[in-house]
Structure formats: structure tokens, C-alpha cells
């Protein structure tokens, strides 16, 4: 870095692109920068996050940073009391989230550790029983909001509600259903962050260790000692892997020539042996397709069990691969013996008294990590796919009733206009007239998707404001990746043109031809041995992983998606390369070292 | 039984050990243990008897030996002078040099040569036999042989050697009877050095003993040992085999063996060669590796010389020339870290002190 501190532009001269101007209405006013706090929110260095929010928010989806983040501060500042780190602000500029995460005073550091100690201990020393119970209340969660429906409003209340005097009518019902459900969303980020933060401290506890007593230690090695092997994110794709397997077993693969997912469960529900594998197909369906080829984010995101193609394209890929003679399951015996290699050298090479604290810190590490690899199944996928699911359910009733023409519609409002809008159906249902809903809400709609799409038209900015010196925040470094060299690297732009360096997240070294994936989408356009390149990576995109020869992603550390699926199939992987994505294009010839964490294009594409 | 004459260092059996000599025998474990000492064969004590014997009893030189007296000095330099020249001028005999001569094109055979593969021949004795091991070892060296002729001969001039002066006056001066005199030579390919440095299995800086520490240059090592170039450095991880660290410097010279002249020349490295890291991953990666056996094998961290032979590809390329006990940390305690704290009063300091804080 030169003399002159270098600093990023600030939101406040950041300007929007055109034709997306009147966007701050579309968010909350406490989550965008008001000219008002301009002064107060300059002092603040903010990046952005574009790992887990890559795409910009339609109104009601902002729903998901606001409850996601306000729960991970609570935990931080309110129920653990974190001694050197509050919360992380938030705000959303120009249709991107961006993250501020609030230090503690250094002063008041020290009076807060009896607290934590307490607070934190508790959870520690208690944690499987908590944690069972945490799987209860998830489970209850996602029943509750499994019971909710959303049906058009009955010409006349129920016979019964008159002869039990109940004295309410279905509007009642209807708002409280939908004030239910935003709560019960809200209480899923709740958990979401129970047990999470206190996972990543303890990580960030073994991880700090082995940095000091093995200096240099790759965080690879860090990351295997303490990676699980079985986790539940795997058991979507190892349940497909199942079902191919069965159905080849059963002598069914015939079927999986079509095209169609609907053709082919036709196919082999006419087959001898069809019922059997039907049977299996519903089985693994509850719960292990509530999965999401997106992050859970999104109202966009689409989840297996309500696109069965998704599923069944990967199904029909490991049945030709089965045909094949390939093999397709993980090699988890040989993760398992590595892992223990790996484990029992390092421990070999400390002395007695620092063994016995190594093997503490990864006890509780292994402890409290399949939480962090766990909880995005029952959360991002299962609660957050039944939650857009009901959404999805309360639009397509609405359409019905006129108020929109797209079942997507209703996402360009905030939650709270959409409480307004139900208001305005049983007024109207009560009084007897036209709703007036029907009337002015597509303008509305109209003008708004103009000012989305042309957010979208402009990439974020990696950060705002003065940098900080040295970035300590304890979680910004574990959940973000955020480090002193990589603020200075997006300061920087130094790269050299067409080599890209990130972090070496998993090992290998592989040359191969690029595929730029912008969406989950656009998944399928993966041919068999290239490359992917993508911002970011979800964790359900793991079928793809079996097509694929390695992982090159902008955003991400060790313990990213990304990273961890490429142990987990063992290709080689750099993440957080900043711009390898659109950088590199399609069709371009690449090396990817996943040992060093470098990316170089061998060939650039020839103009046609 | 028909003694053996010759055995490569691979195939000697525990009860032939005693006839390979010091360094033979050393060579021998060493390689039968999968460690990549550089090929070869011991001509065997059974070698040196046997024309020794043949020679000194039938030129009675034993008795001649017997009846001198060491500090007569013309004498003993002159019984000196005419055993050497005896051993030097006298044909071995058939079947002997068949024998040798059979191990040799083996060994040519090993790297695809026809009889001219260079080779290191040196003298291999038994302890006792003589004064101390500088005076066994070094001078009795000749690198770069090639050739029937000339191994046969310089296996000669080793067994010569154990005639000097001062070899014969130190044997009668501690009673050891000529007759019971023994010596193996050694006859191992001349390593062709691309790149040479040294390995520490441990970091030396602190002590950790989960790294590999390795300085390579072009050539022969000697210009690492030596300090004539700023050799690369490159830290590895020893456990999962990644590059943790590394510092590339201008490598301008190189020595490389002039075959002909029998000796080493230092040569100019191409400009842009020089810049250039000297090892490749891959090379590092076994490097590591084998460094790794070499510690596990003696059972502590060890300070390894080591070779890339141009005549070998991959991992077979890596020459082990010498392994020794390091020193330095073996016997105290890491520096890496003074002070531990467990539990969660170690999970606060971790949380106010994070890692990107400390590096």
C-alpha cells in the first residue's frame, strides 16, 4: 500500500444506476443510509456481503438479512455477551447488503468475560442436550408452519363458527395466519444463531492454537482436523445416490433415459420392481428435498421438492455414471483415515502439556462443528423452503383474487405492505365491494420490478468507507473471510492480468476449461469435466460436484461452501479469488492450484 | 561355499553385512530400509582376501611385515611403496573380476548405460583396521570413474591404501596381525546433481517439528553448504505436504562435475533460470516426503544432504547423500508458544485476541 491511506468510496457518493431511483422505499428506513446519519454512518467501515446475498433483495426477501443478522448480533451482544464483539449493523445500498461489525470498547473487554464465561459455559457444557433440543424446536417450527394455509376468504363464515359462538370471521384467521408465519420465520433465524456463533468461537479457538503452537500451519489441515465426515448437508445427494444405485439394482435405468422427470417416474411406476423404488423416491423426499439449489435467502430459490426436475437431473446423471462402471459415492472411509492421520501427527509432534490442550480445544471443536455444517439443512433448507413455500401459497391465493398477475408478484412488497394488502381483502370481502387492491397494486409492482432490475444492472462495491487498521473482529474473520490482507487486496487491484490469487481451500492442481455460472440456473449448462466459476457457491449445489474437476469462487474462506464440499469430493478448490468470475470466461483454458490458492488462465478464448 | 564377491546394497543379507566394511554396511541398511541411497554395489572383504592372501604369500610379504621395525622410516616407507605397487600392478583374479565386473554393468545397466556409467569408488574398512576415520574415509574417494578398466583399477588403488606408512605403523603399534586385515570398497553411481541443498525435518527458526525446512540450488550441493549462492527456502508442512513458505533468490552459479577432468566446475546459471524457484511442487512434495521416512527411520529430526539426480525422473531422481541427528532443537523445547491457557478462559483469549492480530 502507498503512503496515503487508501480508502473506499462512501454510500453516500456511491450513486444508484439510472432508472432505479425511489429505491430506498422499497427497504425499511432503518436499514438503508439516511442523509440525516450521514456524518455517524461515514465513521464506519462496512463490506459487503455478497456471500450469502449475491443478488439484489426484492422488497419482502429483505426479510431474511434483516431477521439473519439481527440474530446473529443478539447472540453476540445480548444472550452470550461476546467479550470483544457486539453485533455486526447492517444496511442495505442499492439493492446490496452491507455488514459493520461493532467492536467492543477494549476497555469494557475485560468486564464482560465472567458473563460470557457463564453465559457461553452453560451452552458448552450442556451442548448435545441443547442441541437435541434445539432439533425439537426446529422440527416444531417447521410444523407450525407446515399446518398454515392460505385459502380465498368463504362467501359466508362456517355454520359451525355461529353455532359455537366463536365470534371471529376467516379474516381474522387469515391475518393472524400470515402474522404467524413472518413470526415463525423470525423464530427460525432465532435458533439459526442459538447455537452457531458460540460454534465458531470454539473453532476460531482451536484454529488460533494450532496457528501458534504449529506457526505456518496450513488452515487446510486446521479445517480437516476438525471437519465431520457424515453431515446431514451431504444426505440430499447421498440419498440420490441411493436412489441410483436401487434403481439400478432393480433394473430400472431404462426409465432414466427421459428427458422428463414426470415421463420417467411414469416409466417406472409401469415397471416390475417400479413400486419399490417409488416407495424409496417418496421416502428420501421427506425431509431430504427440501433442499435448495439456491441459499434459502431468495423467494427466487428453488427447492428440490417443488422442482423435481432439479433432483432428477443429478438421479439421471449418477444412473448413467452407474452404467458407466464409475464410481460415484464420497470416499468417506478414506476422508475418516486421513483425518485421523492427520490429527495423530500433528498431535505427535507437541510435547505432553501442550497435547493435552491441543486434544481439549479440538474435542470441543469437533463437538460444536457439526452444528456449523449441520444447521444449513435444517434451517436455509428445510424451515426456510417450507416458509417460501406458504409465501408462495398466500401469493398464488391473492393472484387469484386479482390483486396480481404473477405469483411472484407479492416479493416486491415489505412484509408489512403485505399486511395492508390483506386488510384491504377483508375490508372489502366485509363490506361487499371490490377490493382495491386489484386496482393499483400492478402499477405498483411494475414500477418497482423496473427498479430491481435496474439495480441489478450494477455489481456492489466490495466496502465503504475508511478501512480499519487491522480487522479483529473475531467473526467477520471466521463467517466472512474478512482479513487485514484481503481489505488490502480489494484496495489494491494489483492483479496481475490473468493470474488471480485466493485462498488455497482445497488441494489439487488441475487444468481444465472454465464454465462461468452467474445463478443456480444456470447450473445445467455444467459439462462433464470443466471447471466451475462462480461468485459464490450454495451447498446444494453438491451434485454438481460429481460433474465438475474443480471450484473456483470471489467470495469465501476455508470453512466456505465451497471449500468444504471440495474436501468433501476431494477436488481441488480456490475461493475468494475476488473477480475470478468475471474475469475468466467460459470456454477459457484455466489452471487451478488449489495447494497454493492460484488461478492463471492458460488460454484465452479465440474471437470467432 | 563359494565366498561372494560382490553385493549390491539392496540384496546383502544380515550374515554378509560384516564383509561390506563401515560404509558399506551403512550404505546397505540404508537402502534396504527404502531409503534412496545412491545405487550400488560393495566388493566385498571375500574380494580382498582373497588377493590379497594370494599376493602377500607369494611375494612373502606377511613375514616381511612381520620382520619390520616401524620406526626404521626408510624401511617402512619403502615395504610401503613396494606392497602398494605390488596391489597396483597384479591382476585380479577371474573369477573376482567377473564378479565385480558383472556388478558394475548391472549397475550401467540400472541407467541405461553400456559400461560407462561414471561412479563413486571408495574404500569401506573395517574399524579397527585402521587409524581414524578421516584418514579412512576422504582420501580414499575417486569420483567419476568410468569404465571396466578404471573401476577395476581404482578398487586397486583403494585396497593400496591400506598400505601406507602410517596404516601399517598403527596396526604394529596396536598388535593388529597383518593377516586378520580387511577392507570392502564401495562402488556407487556418481549422483549427476541438477539440484542439491539440505532438509531439516523441523522448522529451525522455532523448533516445530510439524514443517519441513529445505534450501535447494542448482548443481552440486556444495554451493549451499558452502554458502557460495543464497540458496531457496522453502517451509513445508509436514503432515499435509503444502508450501507454508518460501523465498526464491538469484541463484548465478552452479558447480557441475566436469566428467573428463575428474572434478567440479562452477558454472554461470542462465539469467533467467537463476530467478526461477530451483524445486517444483511436485519435487517438494517428495522431497518432504522422503525427508519424513529418513527422520521416522532414525527416530529423530534430521538434518539430510540430498540430491536431484538429472539421470532419474520423479521421485527416484531424489539422492539421499547424507543424514544426520539435528542438534539445535532435538534436545529442548519448541519456541512456538510459552504460555497455554485450556478451556474457556483459552477460548476468551482466543475471542480478544484473534489470530489475524497476532501473525
Redesign the interface.
Known amino acids: 500500500m502507498t503512503d496515503k491511506k487508501k480508502k473506499f468510496v462512501s454510500p453516500y457518493a456511491h450513486s444508484a444506476p439510472k432508472g432505479s431511483e425511489g429505491w430506498k422505499e422499497l427497504y425499511p428506513y432503518f436499514l438503508v443510509f439516511q442523509e440525516q446519519l450521514k456524518e455517524q454512518e461515514e465513521e464506519k467501515f462496512f463490506f459487503c456481503d455478497s456471500q450469502h446475498w449475491p443478488n439484489v433483495f426484492k422488497p419482502f426477501d429483505a426479510m431474511t438479512v434483516e431477521f439473519a443478522v439481527k440474530c446473529l448480533s443478539q447472540y453476540n451482544s445480548r444472550h452470550y455477551v461476546i467479550p470483544p464483539a457486539n453485533g455486526v449493523d447492517f444496511k442495505i445500498h442499492n439493492g446490496y447488503c452491507y455488514m459493520s461489525p461493532v467492536a467492543v470498547d477494549p476497555e469494557l473487554i475485560e468486564g464482560r468475560v465472567p458473563e460470557f464465561m457463564e453465559r457461553a459455559g452453560y451452552y458448552f457444557q450442556n451442548w448435545n442436550e441443547l442441541l437435541d433440543n434445539w432439533h425439537k424446536k426446529v422440527k416444531r417450527v417447521i410444523d407450525d408452519m407446515e399446518a398454515i394455509h392460505f385459502e380465498p376468504l368463504p362467501d359466508r363464515v362456517d355454520l359451525q363458527w355461529i353455532k359455537d359462538g366463536v365470534g371471529l370471521d376467516p379474516t381474522f384467521q387469515l391475518i393472524n395466519n400470515y402474522n404467524k408465519l413472518i413470526s415463525l420465520c423470525y423464530e427460525t433465524w432465532q435458533y439459526h444463531f442459538e447455537f452457531l456463533n458460540l460454534g465458531y468461537a470454539a473453532y476460531l479457538d482451536f484454529f488460533g492454537f494450532c496457528k501458534e503452537v504449529f506457526p505456518g500451519i496450513p488452515d487446510l489441515s486446521v479445517a480437516k482436523m476438525v471437519q465431520g465426515i457424515d453431515v446431514d448437508l451431504f444426505r440430499p445427494d447421498d440419498e440420490l445416490k441411493k436412489l441410483a444405485k436401487l434403481a439400478v439394482t432393480l433394473n430400472l435405468t431404462d426409465c432414466f433415459d427421459k428427458k422428463d422427470v414426470q415421463e420417467a417416474l411414469h416409466c417406472i411406476s409401469l415397471a416390475e420392481n417400479g413400486g419399490e423404488w417409488l416407495q424409496a423416491w417418496e421416502k428420501a423426499k421427506h425431509p431430504w428435498f427440501n433442499y435448495t439449489s439456491g441459499n434459502g435467502f431468495y423467494s427466487s430459490d428453488k427447492y428440490w421438492i417443488e422442482h423435481l426436475d432439479i433432483p432428477y437431473g443429478y438421479l439421471k446423471n449418477y444412473v448413467e455414471k452407474l452404467q458407466r462402471g464409475e464410481e460415484i459415492d464420497r470416499p468417506t472411509e478414506a476422508l475418516e483415515a486421513e483425518r485421523d492421520r492427520i490429527t495423530t501427527e500433528y498431535a505427535a509432534s507437541l510435547d505432553e502439556e501442550a497435547r493435552a490442550i491441543f486434544e481439549g480445544k479440538l474435542g470441543l471443536a469437533r463437538v460444536v462443528f457439526p452444528y456449523v455444517e449441520n444447521h444449513n439443512f435444517y434451517i436455509e433448507h428445510w424451515a426456510m423452503g417450507v416458509f417460501w413455500r406458504k409465501t408462495r401459497e398466500l401469493s398464488r391465493m391473492l393472484k387469484e383474487q386479482g390483486f396480481w398477475h404473477q405469483e411472484s408478484d407479492m416479493y416486491y412488497f415489505r412484509r408489512e405492505e403485505i399486511l395492508q394488502v390483506l386488510f384491504d381483502y377483508g375490508n372489502s370481502w366485509a363490506v361487499g365491494v371490490p377490493s382495491v387492491g386489484p386496482a393499483v397494486l400492478q402499477d405498483e409492482i411494475n414500477r418497482r420490478k423496473k427498479i430491481v432490475d435496474a439495480l441489478a444492472t450494477a455489481p456492489p462495491q466490495p466496502a465503504f468507507n475508511n478501512p480499519p487498521k487491522v480487522v479483529t473482529e473475531p467473526f467477520t474473520i471466521m463467517l466472512w473471510g474478512i482479513t487485514t490482507e484481503a481489505v488490502e487486496s480489494w484496495l489494491g487491484g494489483d492483479e496481475k492480468s490473468g493470474h488471480m490469487k485466493g485462498m488455497a481451500a482445497s488441494p489439487g492442481l488441475v487444468e481444465g476449461y472454465a464454465r462461468i455460472i452467474n445463478d443456480a440456473s444456470e447450473l445445467d449448462q455444467l459439462q462433464q469435466g470443466e471447471i466451475l466459476v462462480t461468485r459464490v457457491t450454495a451447498p446444494s449445489w453438491a451434485p454438481v460436484f460429481n460433474k465438475i474437476v474443480a471450484t473456483v469462487t470471489d467470495i469465501g474462506g476455508m470453512m466456505s461452501h465451497a471449500a468444504i464440499v471440495c474436501r468433501e469430493y476431494g477436488l481441488p478448490a480456490v475461493t475468494g479469488t475476488g473477480s475470478a468470475s468475471t474475469q475468466i470466461k467460459t470456454g477459457m483454458k484455466i489452471r487451478v492450484d488449489g495447494g497454493k490458492g492460484t488461478v492463471e488462465i492458460l488460454e484465452e478464448l479465440v474471437e470467432a | 561355499m563359494k565366498p561372494t564377491y560382490s553385493l549390491f546394497f539392496k540384496e546383502a543379507k544380515a550374515e554378509q553385512l560384516e564383509s561390506l566394511g563401515g560404509k558399506g554396511k551403512s550404505l546397505a541398511s540404508m537402502s534396504q530400509a527404502n531409503l534412496p541411497v545412491p545405487q550400488g554395489f560393495c566388493v566385498t572383504t571375500d574380494a580382498f582376501v582373497a588377493f590379497i592372501q594370494d599376493l602377500m604369500t607369494a611375494k612373502g610379504l606377511f613375514s616381511a611385515l612381520a620382520k619390520l621395525d616401524t620406526k626404521n622410516m626408510p624401511a617402512l616407507d619403502k615395504l610401503s611403496a613396494e606392497i602398494r605397487s605390488q596391489i597396483l600392478n597384479k591382476s585380479i583374479a577371474a573369477d573376482i573380476q567377473q564378479d565385480i565386473l558383472g556388478s558394475y554393468r548391472r549397475l550401467c545397466a540400472m541407467y541405461d548405460k553400456t559400461g560407462d556409467l561414471p561412479v563413486a569408488v571408495r574404500s569401506s574398512a573395517t574399524a579397527e583396521d585402521l587409524p581414524d576415520a578421516s584418514f579412512a574415509g576422504q582420501q580414499d574417494t575417486y569420483l567419476w570413474v568410468v569404465g571396466e578398466e578404471e573401476v577395476l583399477s581404482h578398487i586397486k588403488m583403494c585396497w593400496a591404501s591400506l598400505y601406507t606408512s602410517r596404516a601399517i605403523a598403527y596396526r604394529k603399534d596396536h598388535n593388529i596381525p597383518e593377516e586378520e586385515v580387511q577392507m570392502s570398497v564401495v562402488v556407487q553411481k556418481m549422483v549427476n546433481a541438477r539440484v542439491a541443498g539440505v532438509t531439516m525435518t523441523l522448522?529451525p527458526t522455532?523448533g516445530?517439528?510439524?514443517?519441513v525446512a529445505i534450501e535447494a540450488s542448482y548443481g552440486l550441493g556444495e554451493s549451499v553448504v558452502s554458502g557460495t549462492v543464497t540458496p531457496d527456502n522453502y517451509?513445508m508442512?509436514?503432515?499435509?505436504f503444502?508450501?507454508?513458505?518460501s523465498s526464491i533468490h538469484e541463484k548465478k552459479t552452479a558447480l557441475l562435475p566436469d566428467v573428463e577432468n575428474r572434478c567440479v566446475v562452477e558454472v554461470e546459471v542462465d539469467a533467467e533460470k537463476a530467478l526461477e524457484a530451483c524445486l517444483t511442487?511436485e519435487e517438494l512434495i517428495f522431497i518432504s516426503k522422503i525427508a519424513k521416512k529418513i527422520e521416522k527411520h532414525y527416530g529423530c529430526p534430521q538434518d539430510i544432504e540430498w540430491a536431484l539426480d538429472a539421470d532419474a525422473e520423479g521421485e527416484e531422481a531424489f539422492t539421499l547423500l547424507q543424514s544426520r541427528p539435528e542438534t539445535v532443537w532435538s534436545n529442548k523445547?519448541s519456541e512456538?508458544?510459552k504460555q497455554?491457557?485450556?478451556?474457556?478462559q483459552?477460548?476468551?483469549?482466543?475471542?480478544?485476541?484473534?489470530?489475524?492480530?497476532?501473525k
Open positions: 522448522n522455532n516445530d517439528r510439524t514443517k517451509l508442512d509436514k503432515v499435509i503444502e508450501l507454508v513458505e511442487r523445547k512456538t508458544k497455554y491457557m485450556s478451556g474457556m483459552g477460548l476468551v483469549g482466543s475471542l480478544i485476541n484473534p489470530l489475524s492480530a497476532k
